[in-house]
């Protein structure tokens, strides 16, 4: 079956400091996926997403990494600040599916 | 632009009782999901909506829940009777089409006691 998962739970950075929340996945035909930041009270919130055509793509101190020969997603985040604190959750999705599948999610702790 | 809209935003019931969810997609968009949150863990999709057709609901528990998006723009999902293990967050999400980004509302969040 299909599964996402992340190797940490929980991530506690400096404010300031780079973070970098990883995401493994088992679904080799997905070739669709997202990170999402959930806040406590809230429900997820879009980050970005890159499609399996691609190995890396740049937000706005946002960078996520693909690597599909070890079925690897990465969500890098620059100079961490305090309102980067959340569940950072990724997904991964086949278009010839449409199911969004999600992982257990990250926890990002940043103290200033 | 207004997000996702869902009420209400808690609801708590005794068991055995039932209990509606109402949610109010972005405007203009065709695509409407229910999504099922447990603690410390991701959405899990419960049904997919196409307009006013249900295209996914592989996930939903119909021996209890039942939704309704009767003229493709809000959407009711109901529990009844209500179990124990229900209690969670509900979220509802919307996207312009099939394969678009899915735009997340605050979600219900329910207890069962």
């Known amino acids: 079956g299909e599964s996402v998962g992340l190797h940490l739970p929980t991530l506690s950075v400096q404010e300031g400091d780079n973070s970098i929340i990883n995401c493994a996945y088992s679904?080799?035909?997905?070739?669709?996926f997202i990170w999402y930041k959930q806040e406590s009270g809230k429900g997820p919130q879009f980050i970005i997403d890159?499609?399996?055509?691609?190995d890396k793509r740049q937000g706005q101190r946002v960078t996520v990494l693909l690597n599909k020969t070890v079925k690897h997603l990465s969500l890098q985040i620059a100079a961490t600040q305090p309102g980067d604190s959340a569940v950072y959750f990724c997904?991964?999705?086949?278009?010839?599916?449409?199911?969004?599948?999600f992982g257990t999610g990250t926890r990002l702790l940043v103290s200033p | 632009e207004a997000g996702v809209v869902q009420s209400p935003r808690y609801k708590i019931i005794e068991k055995k009782q039932p209990v509606a969810f109402w949610c109010n997609p972005i405007?203009?968009?065709?695509?409407l999901y229910w999504y099922l949150q447990n603690l410390g863990q991701g959405p899990e999709l419960l049904i997919r909506?196409?307009?006013?057709?249900?295209?996914?609901d592989s996930q939903l528990p119909k021996d209890r829940f039942s939704a309704e998006r009767l003229k493709g723009v809000d959407s009711t999902l109901k529990i009844q009777p209500a179990e124990l293990g229900d209690s969670a967050v509900y979220l509802c999400?919307?996207?312009?089409?099939?394969?678009?980004?899915?735009?997340f509302g605050p979600g219900t969040r329910l207890l069962v006691l």
């Open positions: 999400a919307s996207s312009m089409g099939q394969g678009q980004t899915q735009y």
């Open positions: 679904n080799s035909a997905s070739d669709y």
């Open positions: 890159i499609r399996s055509n691609m």
């Open positions: 997904a991964e999705k086949n278009t010839g599916f449409q199911k969004l599948v």
């Open positions: 405007s203009g968009h065709n695509t």
């Open positions: 909506y196409e307009n006013e057709e249900a295209v996914d």
